[in-house]
């Protein structure tokens, strides 16, 4: 039990929150409308696809070929960054990070650059947090928001196009800067540089026919997103299609996440259903809804703040760019921050060189990355 907790604290805390606002509700029949089953359905398509993907090895051959591409520690830092924005986009930003930070860890150790580890790893959660909020698909709460209004294509990227310039611009900066001083660093220490040739063992070829069919069922996942077909057919398409092709894809779907948005669906349904608590954030939402939003995420995580604001107000624009811009600043904001954390902590257990007396500790590391976070966090408040 205690492992179960440590591995899904936010589903415990969302099952506490859950079963705590059922003290104040008890559970009726409206409680069976509390549940965005459309959300649900394309967030599981979404990782399972994701899923899919990565077993057959695209996403490795994808990043591999990109990397074995740079010449310099700043190139090669920036193409592992960008590499994440761009998984993020298509496939949720804890996607990106879990796919994303064990490849680049082991490539910055493997050229010398251990240096360039905290760095990029800061930079990568703040690319898959910031950069996956110009899709509905990029992040958890895009695809809740999405479907929660019920709202088109064009008026969502209308919306989040200038915070993601913003944010992406951002990024290359602070990428470049960062890795710039890092860079200058190990060349006085006679560090050896990135090759230009690829560093890395051949790996296996993709299976194309897999591919090609996988490449088929994610069109499938981007037309149940944008309402061109039922979710329930493409739940139902993808899963037996992977219960044939490769079931393990379906066994490691993050279920965790999804009983973790059933759970605040509970909250958040029983939360609306309070008249002080409609009183007190009806107003605030309605007079500083960005605001509101943007810090709620600071306390409580995005995805759960994005559930639960969103049955105090019908101004979906603000909530969309607060919870999206939220999930900058503090640890919790974003759960992608924490799985960054998490993977820099193993990182050092499972590579020597990230444990040497030089070496960047864990401390430095979180106050990197506090600082980014905290700088990119006043930054996209201001603008937005």
Same mark, same amino acid.
């Given at each position: ?92 930003? @804890? ?150 092709? @490769? ?138």
């Amino acid at each position: 039990m205690v492992y179960f907790i440590r591995e899904h604290w936010m589903l415990a805390a969302a099952a506490l929150a859950a079963l705590t606002s059922m003290l104040a509700v008890p559970p009726d029949e409206a409680y069976l409308g509390y549940f965005d089953w459309k959300t649900i359905g394309c967030l599981f398509c979404v990782l399972a696809m994701a899923n899919a993907l990565r077993r057959i090895g695209t996403f490795d051959r994808i990043a591999r070929m990109a990397i074995a591409r740079q010449s310099s520690p700043r190139t090669l830092a920036l193409t592992i960054v960008l590499i994440t924005a761009a998984f993020s986009m298509a496939f949720t930003n @804890d996607v990106a990070l879990v796919i994303m930070l064990p490849l680049s860890a082991s490539v910055l150790v493997e050229l010398n650059q251990t240096r360039l580890v905290p760095a990029v790893f800061a930079l990568q959660a703040l690319a898959a947090n910031l950069c996956g909020m110009v899709t509905p698909f990029g992040n958890p709460q895009n695809l809740y928001i999405y479907s929660h209004f019920h709202l088109g294509l064009v008026e969502f990227l209308t919306t989040m196009i200038p915070p993601f310039l913003l944010s992406l611009a951002g990024v290359i900066a602070a990428t470049i800067l960062a890795t710039g001083k890092t860079a200058t660093g190990n060349r006085n220490k006679k560090e050896p540089q990135a090759p230009a040739t690829k560093p890395f063992s051949p790996q296996m070829s993709i299976d194309r026919r897999r591919l090609s069919t996988y490449g088929f069922l994610f069109v499938v996942t981007l037309m149940a997103v944008f309402r061109i077909v039922p979710t329930a057919a493409a739940v139902v398409v993808i899963a037996s299609a992977l219960a044939i092709a @490769d079931r393990k894809a379906l066994v490691e779907v993050d279920y965790a996440l999804l009983a973790t948005f059933m759970c605040f669906f509970v909250f958040a349904g029983n939360m609306s259903r309070l008249p002080a608590m409609g009183d007190f954030l009806g107003p605030l939402m309605d007079r500083w809804g960005l605001l509101v939003s943007a810090c709620t995420s600071q306390v409580i995580s995005n995805v759960p703040a994005a559930v639960v604001l969103s049955h105090f107000t019908e101004a979906w624009q603000p909530l969309l760019v607060g919870v999206n811009i939220g999930g900058a600043g503090t640890f919790v904001g974003s759960l992608a921050s924490l799985i960054a954390i998490r993977y820099f902590s193993l990182a050092r257990k499972v590579f020597p060189h990230l444990r040497a007396d030089d070496a960047p500790t864990m401390g430095h590391f979180l106050r990197l990355f506090g600082l980014m976070n905290a700088a990119f966090f006043v930054m996209l408040l201001a603008f937005c």
